[in-house]
């Protein structure tokens, strides 16, 4: 069998004082951290779309990665040995799990009859590989973003006929993962919004959205699959506006919809920043509302206005997130999907697995300060102690929900006077505290 990354070695734990480049620091899959292993706690997975089909093109120039995987790019051949590629880099990585669009795996054909016959031949193959390996799926989905028909977006396209053609994607897309026993399916909708409301009848395109999302539960249900179904927020790029802006907005159109018992969230750190939040913000608002599903692990850079899908070295960034990921209660049928990219300049095959490992690594720290920063208390009992005033007295009132104008009113006006109980948020005393725990790991 051809070995693809001839250069990329079987990636072992060797500590942080490993001057190999080829080695975890970090990640040390077997270890314990808060009773479960890091494999468990952190369930990486592998995008296939970055990994083995993007060659780093953008609107400037073409790829610079040569991803033809020593064959000649007849679509068929070239879909087959990215699968051998794909899953030698996930055992030489240590990757567990892997996410896919239909149109990672499969060419499309002349017509869609032949496209799922292609995505049936590549699927038998793909299984094959996670039987020989053990590497698990962790969500699919359906590319309704590329191709020219998806010009006005897929569910919310003027279209019927495009949206037609959407739910036969999808309906695929869904087939594939149960085949896969994926735990997850993923709608992130990249055309689902508008460019201007002049032409635009918004109230239908979101109602449409949302009768494909019921379509493909009641579709997923019917055929077995008992994972969950995610949306995808990000606030724009490629439409100006996307319906999915974050978390918040998702929720309100999941919940006015009646998806919210079958849908969560899958949350992407660049998204977030995209969208004038920190990635925590998502996590927390997602994890407070029952919705936290699932991660898109990488970073934009701060001064780019759009989705970079940097991978994630961002120690501080990763901590506070695998902090909300452990009050969330931990993955269930979610984990960290690398969304990212090596850069332009990273042009070789070798800089996938350096990518990987920094990421990985990131993560690994994340998920240690994170405990400690539990264990440590303080943070906790700071938060836990600002809020006290709601632990008796009016504020126990309040929150049991006696309270009322009325009684809040003669409160203030016979108990209060002028309040003169406020203290102290205390924010650089806090965010020293976790440099604090960060660095004396
Ligand atoms: C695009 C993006 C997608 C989704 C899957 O910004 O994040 O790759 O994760 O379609
Ligand atoms: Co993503």
Known sequence: MPEYFKDVPKIKYEGKYSTNPFSFKYYNPDEIIGGKTMEEQLKFAMSYWHTLCAEGADMFGVGTADKSFGTDREPMELAKAKVKAGFEFMEKLHIRYFCFHDADIAPAGETLAETYKNIDIMSDIILTEMKRTGIKCLWGTANLFNHPRYMHGAGTSPNADVFAYAAAQIKKAIDTTVKFGGKGYVFWGGREGYETLLNTNMALELDNMARLMHMAVEY?????????????????????????????????????????????????????????????????????????????????????????????????????????VIKAGGFKNGGLNFDAKQRRGSFELKDTAFSYIAGMDTFALGLKIAYKLIEDGRIDKFVADRYASYNSGIGAEIVSGRATMESLAEYALNKIGEVKTNTSGRQELLESIVNNIMFSL
């Open 220 to 324: 997923g249900r019917k055929i077995g699959f008992n994972g969950d179904f995610y949306i995808e927020p990000k606030p724009k790029e490629p439409t100006k506006h996307q319906y999915d802006f974050d978390v918040a907005a998702a929720l309100a159109f999941l919940r006015k919809y009646g998806l919210d018992k079958d849908f969560k969230v899958n949350v992407e750190a660049n998204h977030a920043t995209l969208a004038g939040h920190t990635f925590q913000h998502e996590l927390r608002y997602a994890s407070i509302n029952g919705v936290f599903g699932s991660i898109d692990a990488n970073q934009g850079d701060m001064l780019l206005g759009w989705d970079t899908d940097q991978f994630p070295t961002n120690v501080y960034d990763a901590a506070m997130c695998m902090y909300e």
